[in-house]
């Protein structure tokens, strides 16, 4: 059955065209979206939001971006510290000079920020999957899935599309970040390359 050849087929339950085990209705011009089960007799529930439902709120929005907030930090980890006070005479220079690494603030701030940003993350997407709820979205995707980010993101995009028509923009954001971070982050290994030669570089002509 189609809209178009076969307009005159009476209203009614047929088999689903998509080919699933269940009965869809066909209400005489076109498939709709009602299904019901045949084996048991029962409709199966229609998961769409009341039209109009709105699907971006401030919590998701932090989901998508608060992984992020850490990575500035970065290029506040003074690694050239680990070759400048070098001394290859002294065997614990090396792990005095990772130990500067660690314990200096641009680190610091980057593991505690780190934290920070997944428990932001974690309570942004609990409470975005509650909003959800509370604005009559069926069966919203869940929460917990936020402790893998940023996959509650995405399955979020993708489920909140299906029942409501809208949401890609969280989609289209999160592949965005993600992009930007593999920029940032390349950039700053290239940086950190390039330093860390140089002070080789200086460290072989001091000591060679």
Do not use: C
């Not at 995707?141 to 993708?158: E, M």
């Not at 860390?196 to 002509?205: E, K």
């Amino acid at each position: 059955m189609s809209n178009s050849s076969t307009p005159s087929v009476a209203a009614g339950w047929y088999p689903d065209p998509a080919g699933s085990a269940r009965s869809r209705w066909w209400d005489g011009t076109q498939w709709t979206e009602h299904y019901y089960d045949p084996a048991t007799g029962v409709p199966v529930a229609q998961l769409k939001a009341p039209e109009g439902t709105k699907v971006y709120n401030v919590w998701i929005w932090l989901v998508v971006f608060l992984p992020y907030i850490t990575l500035p930090f970065l290029f506040l980890i003074d690694f050239s510290g680990m070759f400048s006070n070098l001394d290859p005479s002294d065997p614990s220079g090396v792990m005095r000079a990772e130990l500067q690494i660690f314990t200096s603030p641009g680190y610091v701030l980057l593991v505690v920020g780190g934290w920070i940003a997944f428990a932001g993350v974690v309570l942004s997407a609990y409470r975005d999957w509650r909003t959800l709820q509370a604005a009559g979205v069926p069966r919203p995707f869940h929460w917990a899935w936020s402790f893998l980010n940023p996959v509650y993101a995405i399955g979020r995009a993708v489920v909140t599309k299906r029942r409501t028509g809208h949401g890609s923009a969280v989609l289209w954001a999160t592949i965005g970040m993600i992009v930007l971070s593999f920029v940032i982050s390349t950039v700053w290994a290239s940086m950190l390359m390039v330093n860390m030669m140089q002070q080789l570089s200086t460290y072989s002509t001091l000591y060679n």
